[in-house]
Structure formats: C-alpha cells, structure tokens
C-alpha cells in the first residue's frame, strides 16, 4: 500500500472526518509516517497527513486530550498520548490506516 504524507507533499485533508480511532504511541506513529505537524493547537497537538496512490486521504490526529485543550495540569504530552482519531472522507481510509498498523506492529 503505497502512499505519501504531509512530509512528502502538500495534501489536501479540507472536509475530511472522525472514521474510527487506534490505540497506539506517538513514537510507533511516528517511525510509520514521519514527523507530525502540530495539529491547529487547540483541539489536537499532533497530525499526520496521509494520501494514498489512487487519492484516499487520511489523517490521524489527537482529540482534546493534549496540552492544547487540557492545558499543562491535565492534558496528556503529545509524546505519551496512545488513543489516536482516523480521520477521512469514508471508512476506507481507516481501514488502510489500521491495516498499515497492524501490518507493522510487529517491529514497533
């Protein structure tokens, strides 16, 4: 399953949705997708763009858990968040999320 992130090449995620959610660290995520941008600062502290060959975009994200939202006291640092969003137009782009995951869980 081919695709590019955000660290590769602008791409477009406008419109795209809460799919489905993953249990796994920050790290793990990064080593599959690269560096993540820091999200819009507020409701996530991390992103990751994802864009598949034939166009299925994806993104994973944090969801008002983090720093952003929570604050210092009671928000989890990005580094120690494991609950994870899916988010993309339909189902299919958590589908490949998780199955890149899980097709790579045995290295992480």
Do not use: C
């Not at 993540?36 to 034939?54: C, L, N, S, T, V």
């Not at 928000?75 to 490949?96: C, D």
């Amino acid at each position: 399953m081919n695709f590019k992130t955000h660290n590769d090449k602008a791409i477009n995620a406008v419109g795209t949705s809460y799919q489905g959610r993953v249990i796994i660290n920050y790290f793990a995520l990064k080593r599959l997708f690269g560096k993540p941008h820091d999200g819009d600062q507020y409701k996530a502290d991390a992103e990751w763009e994802i864009e598949f060959e034939d166009g299925v975009v994806a993104t994973i994200y944090n969801y008002k858990n983090g720093i952003s939202y929570l604050g210092r006291t009671h928000g989890i640092p990005k580094s120690r968040i494991v609950e994870w969003h899916v988010g993309g137009h339909t189902r299919e782009a958590f589908e490949r999320v998780n199955a890149i995951i899980a097709a790579n869980m045995g290295g992480l």
